[in-house]
């Protein structure tokens, strides 16, 4: 399982966050109920530090990490992390 986060979003994400270097970034399973079939989806949580990280990758001094009790939900995939102009958001995409 890797994280990949493009360009533009890291720029969104640097900008709408406020992100600095020494940052951190919490992706997390959350019961969602709505958007997709199984009621879970992806969450996202700033300065949260690694405890148990099953993958982690820094950019620009920002980590980026999941820790192992959400790596059930990936089963296997990466995450991909993507900024759509058309919506001025970023998107998960599991590849």
């Not at 148990?52 to 990490?65: L, N, R, S, Y």
């Amino acid at each position: 399982m890797n994280i990949t986060v493009t360009q533009p979003a890291l720029s969104w994400l640097i900008k709408e966050l406020d992100l600095v270097e020494g940052r951190y970034i919490r992706f997390y399973v959350r019961y969602s109920g709505r958007h997709t079939s199984s009621g879970f989806s992806l969450g996202m949580t700033m300065n949260d530090e690694p405890f148990d990280a099953i993958t982690e990758i820094t950019f620009k001094g920002i980590t980026f990490f999941i820790e192992k009790k959400d790596a059930w939900y990936f089963d296997g995939h990466d995450l991909k992390v993507k900024y759509t102009r058309k919506a001025d958001e970023i998107v998960f995409v599991l590849t």
